[in-house]
């Protein structure tokens, strides 16, 4: 692959910083890295925004100049009982903090199967009816919801959500301006329908985030921290990102990283070789 | 979930060992673990069949009045030059094997990327290469292949053939009475195209093997040796085999799983544990 900077700085208004890529930095730090490096956007996570204060968040991110391009994350739809209800009661406060951000979609991550339950069915069922309860809100808060489809891998523990196509079907009775979703190339690289359903999500108007990072093996032993860099493991990037484009995204391209590795090293380093990554293996193929 | 039995012996002429669930055990030693229990049939591996003897095991095996439920395994299609000569003449030799034993199918894992290669769409083209040069031989010997979707969270280093759906598309230009496909539990229970999928597959005829292990969570560090014994895990055994049954499929239901802390185990209790779980899980839902 070439890189498309030959010498000249690179053009990073559409490239986003997910904080969880630098896990230890604050609001403050991860916005002080974007500034630094001419990033354009970021992906917030909601633990973090509140500890430095939503509004300071806001002012802060206002003033930097940045897009939200991601707030991180709603979901976990899939418990049941009093579980359901506060989790139906932490959504409907993402969605206000989403809106508060101006945040381009707010990320769905709907949960794994309930401890014990075998009912991959049932699970799935109760995220459509999630869903059912928070559209109205959304849709009042001018929040756009962004159903996440998860590895296979996390199926039994984090996301009965598994492809593209059934995030889209789960979509498809709500309007386009508040239900659509996510693709993380980790989640859907390996899927045989990914050209053809990504393809479908830009008809649809329901592409609402591009996120990047790569598949590696062996697998780290927690394998919630099996995220690689872009470059360092499987998926080919400039095939995803022309999919992408054909879709007719123009959207920021967010890069979020759990990886026990690139946690430990320093922070501006890692957004460093993000950057040389962007450059040279996705934004070339962005139109 | 109840079991069948009610004191009685369950019935085992449907069970059947894959002889990788007792890793270590030879030929003999796993056609005595099913006679001394009445396990009707053994899934068997070309490795240990070499061992033994082709013709050698060809014999034990009818003596004991066993059928063979699959042979393990053709496939590694995806190498490319001089190695995907070479894996089609072993294919040809695991053809020949298959039809010796007179096993239901060969099992054919597809292998995954090549070293250093992110083409997965040219690794998915191979697969269908290879499947057009075996088919005659196959047709010829009166084997049936078996194509084998695995789990993505090997679509990089063991199986670019990800999904029923996929494989039944991969199988189509081809008769059913020479390419078909396997369902193993492992692979597929996350698929929210599952049930549909296996009715196809059963529609087309090309429903040629039930196998089953679990889904079990955290993943073991090494993620090859990841199965779990059938109720160890996620995986609903009650649903699944009501859908394969549904799709009209009669034939064997073989049990194999990769697995350190099992492998180390008795294997005569592994298989006790196994033909409990069996009889609870699975036998009373498989028509």
Redesign the interface.
Same mark, same amino acid.
């Given at each position: 692959m070439t890189a498309s900077t030959n010498g000249a700085a690179p053009d990073l208004s559409r490239l986003s910083l997910n904080q969880k890529t630098v896990n230890a930095a604050t609001v403050p730090e991860v916005v002080e890295l974007c500034r630094a490096t001419g990033i354009g956007s970021v992906g917030l996570w909601r633990e973090p925004v509140a500890d430095f204060g939503l509004q300071a968040t806001v002012d802060l991110v206002a003033e930097a100049g940045l897009r939200v391009s991601s707030l991180c994350r709603g979901g976990w739809f899939t418990a049941t009982g009093a579980a359901f209800e506060e989790a139906i009661a932490s959504n409907h406060a993402a969605i206000d903090e989403a809106a508060a951000l101006e945040a381009d979609c707010l990320c769905l991550v709907v949960g794994g199967?309930p401890a014990g339950s @075998? #009912?991959? &069915?049932g699970a @799935?069922r109760q995220v459509a009816k999630a869903l059912e309860v928070l559209v109205p809100h959304a849709t009042e808060a001018g929040v756009k919801l962004a159903l996440e489809p998860m590895?296979? +891998?996390y199926?039994?523990?984090r996301g009965v959500l &598994?492809?593209l196509?059934?995030a889209l079907d789960l979509a498809a009775p709500y309007s386009a301006d508040v239900v659509g979703v996510m693709a993380d190339t980790y989640h859907v690289?390996? #899927?045989?329908?990914l050209p053809q359903q990504l393809l479908r999500a830009g008809n649809e108007g329901r592409l609402l985030s591009y996120q990047i990072c790569d598949?590696i093996?062996?697998?780290p032993?927690d394998?919630l921290l099996a995220r690689g860099m872009m470059g360092d493991?499987? +998926?080919?990037f400039e &095939?995803t990102t022309r999919w992408v484009t054909e879709a007719g995204y123009t959207g920021d391209i967010e890069v979020e990283i759990f990886n026990a590795d690139i946690w430990a090293a320093d922070p501006r380093q890692v957004v460093d070789t993000m950057i040389e990554r962007y450059a040279s293996l996705v934004a070339p193929y962005a139109g």
């Open positions: 199967l @075998r #009912d991959l &069915s @799935r590895n296979p +891998i199926a039994a523990d &598994s492809t196509e059934q690289w390996w #899927d045989p329908k598949w093996t062996p697998l032993v394998t493991g499987h +998926i080919d &095939s």
